[in-house]
């Protein structure tokens, strides 16, 4: 992570027990870091590492394309993205699909053996909720969670498991949906949990539903941050807790306006290759949680912390197996964009004002 951003955060903040109108929509902004948040009455944890803006106009009178198709097509990329590398990422590193927590000094040298990394991914989920003073307490502790952007469900299963708790896991991927719900039957958990495709923007899901509300590194796929806090936020049901785990880019200084051009070239960079819209900052994201009047806020730097796992990453792709495994991702992959661009190309044969 580190070697992406220059800042990794987390925060903690509370939504009141009575849940409070939702605010007029506003644009954050910002580029940066990794971020956590909790929240009370309903309680949130965020970490974040970018945010993207996406600011489209229409291009003819019509108004034809507009950001809605946009997102659209982001959305689709996304899907594609994890259809096709879903199983390369279980193949080598288990089912959970987000970054590893590692203590200050902890020997983590390339030749580490992947089970130590494996481990650093279940400390993270562990260090989320100890940050988040999720109580483990019969009385207590959460009894329905939802994991927004569940990836192939490690983390709905870890957290059913813990709590004893019923988990909904959502993802735009039918491939990772339909391997989550593998995995929950070979697990014993197909009763606890269970997933569906279905858009973090948009869940389908009654207002105030779950005690606890989880997004492990997703919220950077999110096209627009404030409908994502805001979707958050409406089915925390009043007293639960929201955990956001994500990638963003540092704070703006006061007298800054936008990132440094080499930090917006290196974003870009990220953002291509891992379908990511425009990144926001901690700040960005503590004010959109302070707009619904969550409490107790608070927010820390874990970038020292996950800067380990990525050279774990890199020197798995160099092994055999690894290699092999990428190769065939790439060709699937190669085989969505040549279907997907065909069919772009088609449409826009069919397409009148053409």
């Keep these: 992570m580190s070697g992406w951003c220059s800042t990794c955060e987390w925060g903690i903040m509370r939504i009141p027990t009575c849940p409070s109108t939702l605010p007029p929509r506003r644009t954050p902004t910002g580029t940066g870091g990794v971020r956590v948040g909790v929240g009370k009455g309903a309680s949130a944890i965020l970490l974040f590492r970018g945010r993207w803006k996406v600011s489209v106009r229409a291009r003819d009178a019509s108004g034809v394309y507009e950001e809605e198709e946009q997102r659209q097509r982001l959305k ?3 899907a594609d993205f994890y259809d096709s590398a879903s199983g390369v990422w279980e193949s080598i590193w288990g089912e959970h699909m987000h970054h590893g927590f590692y203590h200050p000094n902890t020997n983590t040298h390339t030749h580490s053996l992947i089970s130590d990394h494996r481990a650093a991914q279940l400390r993270m989920i562990d260090e989320a909720l100890r ?3 999720i109580p483990e307490d019969p009385v207590q ?3 329905s969670i939802v994991d927004v ?3 192939i469900g490690g983390s ?3 957290l059913a498991r813990k709590f004893d708790a019923q988990c909904q896991g959502i993802t735009l991927s039918p491939v990772q949906a339909q391997r989550a719900e593998a995995l929950a039957a070979s697990q014993g958990l197909a009763d606890k949990v269970s997933f569906q495709v279905a858009d973090a923007l948009n869940q389908p899901f009654p207002d105030a539903q779950f ?13 627009d941050k404030e409908k994502f806090v805001n979707e958050l936020a409406r089915v925390a049901a009043p007293g639960a807790t929201i955990i956001i785990v994500t990638w963003c880019h540092r704070d703006l200084t006061p ?5 440094r051009p080499e930090e917006k070239h290196l974003l870009k960079k990220i953002c291509d290759a891992y379908y990511l819209p425009a990144w926001c900052s901690t700040a960005d994201y503590v004010k959109l949680l302070q707009s619904h009047s969550l409490q107790d806020i608070k927010a820390a730097d874990w970038s ?3 800067a380990p796992f990525w050279p774990a990453v890199i020197s798995t792709a160099l092994t055999w197996k690894g290699f092999i495994s990428l190769l065939r991702s790439e060709l699937t992959y190669l085989m969505i964009r040549m279907e997907t661009y065909k069919r772009d190309i088609g449409d826009a044969i069919d397409d009148p004002r053409i």
Excluded at 211 to 223: A, Q, R, Y
Excluded at 255 to 259: M, N
Aim: aromatic residues 12%.
């Design 156 to 158: 709905s299963r870890y």
């Design 141 to 143: 502790k959460p009894r």
């Design 76 to 78: 689709k990329g996304i």
């Design 211 to 223: 005690d606890l509300v989880w997004s492990m590194e997703s919220g950077e796929h999110m096209p």
């Design 255 to 259: 007298c800054e306006e936008s990132l």
């Design 304 to 306: 020292e912390y996950v």
């Design 149 to 151: 952007g569940c990836g």
């Design 131 to 133: 940050f988040a003073h």
